[in-house]
């Protein structure tokens, strides 16, 4: 008797829960609770928030030179000396994150048509590129010229951080008949990547750090785009053949083709190699891959080993996506933070791979729609990145990675958002989706 009291009463109390029966309601259709947006994303809606970073950046990276004891502005580049730097904002316009962010503004122009993109990179390179030129004879007052002035990484270069993405987005600007005279800079960061950088025995692009001989998965994002981009700006074979020698080479050493994705570091030597497969290195050789097929020729004899490389990542990669549309700061960790960069980077990349034809839409375009929307909750109404890994070295334990501290001044969110959001326009404009059962699905022809 009491028990049939209760459920009267509770019955009462909740008459929407009790009418939601199998008989009375389509349960199937009820609005799950979506911890990020679900469905497809809307042009316009994609556009402001490309938009809001743009805006954000325009303000926060400034051009120009100052004295750093004084904060006066250096207009005359004859003035020079040890205490002049960058004018201060919240990124540094010549590293190699801001490499990327350069070839996400250029997308982003072509994606949308809005021209501003197009002048933030403009008016960027130009004033590096002139400064540049100002600062080829050594100013008063360095004790070390070729490590401490402003633009030691392009134009002294002593790693492929210092050079390659730079480099890649330098030579796109040419490309796209950007006005800068940039071709200097493009040179030297060439010539460091094929004569100047440590390499093993075999060529392989290496580091000595944190032991020697040391393989960096991030290094294939490090130079293979700018070998490509070389190769298809001068049509020259030279540079095509040495991109796709680095991403067989890396990958015959690092690439679990197991699981479908790559483990961080390899050190020649070691008789057992740690695998950690941090998600943004994963995103760097994904992208990479992807940037050497946009120009490799069709009848380069090995496109058909990248390319299955690049499908069998693809596949290794959406297997970790969380329910969340993120990854895992470990790909195969669960209990390792959800990271934003790695995110950006796999849409994009994932889109990216659709529109040129390469992977399935069917099967990844609901992983890229997932994706972008769960980026674009990151994205705040300032429009910084939030949730991005800080500058990461590679180690032989989970705890260095799992505790990576985030900030929305790590550089790294910027420029994959940016490129993520381009190509997530291009993907809807080419590709028709609806919701069907409740999911998002290509649109069967």
Same mark, same amino acid.
Request: some cysteine.
């Given at each position: 008797?009491?028990?049939?009291i209760v459920v009267f009463i509770v019955a009462l109390l909740c008459p929407a829960?009790?009418?939601?029966?199998?008989?009375?309601?389509?349960?199937?259709?009820?609005?799950?609770?979506?911890?990020?947006?679900?469905?497809?994303?809307?042009?316009?809606?994609?556009?402001?928030?490309?938009?809001?970073?743009?805006?954000?950046?325009?303000?926060?990276?400034?051009?120009?030179?100052?004295?750093?004891?004084?904060?006066?502005?250096?207009?005359?580049?004859?003035?020079?000396?040890?205490?002049?730097?960058?004018?201060?904002?919240?990124?540094?316009?010549?590293?190699?994150?801001?490499?990327?962010?350069?070839?996400?503004?250029?997308?982003?122009?072509?994606?949308?048509?809005?021209?501003?993109?197009?002048?933030?990179?403009?008016?960027?390179?130009?004033?590096?590129?002139?400064?540049?030129?100002?600062?080829?004879?050594?100013?008063?007052?360095?004790?070390?010229?070729?490590?401490?002035?402003?633009?030691?990484?392009?134009?002294?270069?002593?790693?492929?951080?210092?050079?390659?993405?730079?480099?890649?987005?330098?030579?796109?600007?040419?490309?796209?008949?950007?006005?800068?005279?940039?071709?200097?800079?493009?040179?030297?960061?060439?010539?460091?990547?094929?004569?100047?950088?440590?390499?093993?025995?075999?060529?392989?692009?290496?580091?000595?750090?944190?032991?020697?001989?040391?393989?960096?998965?991030?290094?294939?994002?490090?130079?293979?785009?700018?070998?490509?981009?070389?190769?298809?700006?001068?049509?020259?074979?030279?540079?095509?053949?040495?991109?796709?020698?680095?991403?067989?080479?890396?990958?015959?050493?690092?690439?679990?083709?197991?699981?479908?994705?790559?483990?961080?570091?390899?050190?020649? +030597?070691?008789?057992?190699?740690?695998?950690?497969?941090?998600?943004?290195?994963?995103?760097?050789?994904?992208?990479?891959?992807?940037?050497?097929?946009?120009?490799?020729?069709?009848?380069?004899?090995?496109?058909?080993?990248?390319?299955?490389?690049?499908?069998?990542?693809?596949? +290794?990669?959406?297997?970790?996506?969380?329910?969340?549309?993120?990854?895992?700061?470990?790909?195969?960790?669960?209990?390792?933070?959800l990271e934003t960069s790695a995110t950006a980077i796999f849409a994009y990349t994932?889109?990216?791979?659709?529109?040129?034809?390469?992977?399935?839409?069917?099967?990844?375009?609901?992983?890229?729609?997932?994706?972008?929307?769960?980026?674009?909750?990151?994205?705040?109404?300032?429009?910084?990145?939030?949730?991005?890994?800080?500058?990461?070295?590679?180690?032989?334990?989970?705890?260095?990675?799992?505790?990576?501290?985030?900030?929305?001044?790590?550089?790294?969110?910027?420029?994959?958002?940016?490129?993520?959001?381009?190509?997530?326009?291009?993907?809807?404009?080419?590709?028709?989706?609806?919701?069907?059962?409740?999911?998002?699905?290509?649109?069967?022809?």
């Amino acid at each position: 008797m009491k028990f049939s009291i209760v459920v009267f009463i509770v019955a009462l109390l909740c008459p929407a829960i009790s009418a939601q029966t199998d008989a009375t309601t389509p349960l199937h259709l009820l609005k799950p609770d979506y911890p990020v947006p679900y469905g497809i994303a809307k042009p316009e809606d994609v556009k402001l928030t490309l938009d809001r970073i743009r805006n954000y950046l325009e303000s926060s990276t400034p051009t120009g030179f100052i004295n750093e004891k004084t904060g006066a502005r250096v207009t005359d580049l004859r003035k020079i000396d040890a205490d002049t730097i960058f004018a201060r904002g919240d990124f540094r316009i010549v590293s190699y994150e801001w490499g990327v962010t350069y070839a996400g503004m250029l997308l982003a122009a072509e994606a949308t048509g809005d021209r501003r993109y197009r002048d933030y990179v403009e008016k960027r390179l130009s004033f590096i590129a002139e400064s540049a030129a100002g600062f080829k004879t050594p100013a008063a007052g360095y004790s070390d010229w070729e490590a401490k002035m402003p633009l030691r990484n392009l134009m002294f270069p002593r790693a492929l951080d210092d050079t390659g993405a730079m480099t890649a987005a330098m030579i796109k600007s040419e490309r796209a008949g950007v006005r800068a005279d940039v071709k200097p800079l493009i040179d030297i960061g060439i010539n460091h990547i094929m004569r100047g950088q440590f390499r093993l025995a075999d060529g392989t692009l290496a580091r000595t750090r944190p032991q020697p001989n040391t393989l960096w998965l991030d290094d294939l994002f490090m130079s293979v785009p700018a070998l490509a981009q070389m190769g298809k700006l001068t049509g020259e074979r030279q540079y095509y053949d040495e991109a796709a020698r680095q991403v067989l080479s890396f990958s015959k050493r690092m690439f679990n083709r197991e699981l479908g994705v790559y483990m961080h570091g390899w050190v020649e +030597g070691m008789s057992v190699h740690p695998e950690f497969h941090w998600a943004r290195a994963n995103g760097w050789a994904f992208m990479a891959m992807a940037e050497l097929l946009d120009v490799l020729p069709e009848n380069h004899p090995m496109r058909q080993q990248i390319l299955d490389l690049f499908r069998g990542q693809a596949k +290794g990669i959406a297997s970790f996506q969380s329910g969340t549309g993120f990854w895992h700061q470990l790909l195969d960790r669960e209990d390792s933070y959800l990271e934003t960069s790695a995110t950006a980077i796999f849409a994009y990349t994932f889109a990216r791979g659709i529109d040129r034809g390469w992977l399935d839409a069917r099967a990844f375009a609901p992983v890229a729609l997932l994706a972008w929307n769960a980026v674009t909750t990151k994205v705040n109404s300032k429009g910084q990145v939030e949730g991005t890994c800080v500058g990461t070295g590679m180690a032989f334990d989970p705890a260095f990675y799992y505790y990576r501290p985030t900030s929305p001044f790590a550089a790294h969110g910027y420029g994959p958002t940016l490129l993520a959001g381009a190509e997530i326009l291009t993907l809807l404009k080419t590709h028709k989706f609806e919701i069907n059962d409740s999911s998002v699905q290509l649109l069967s022809k």
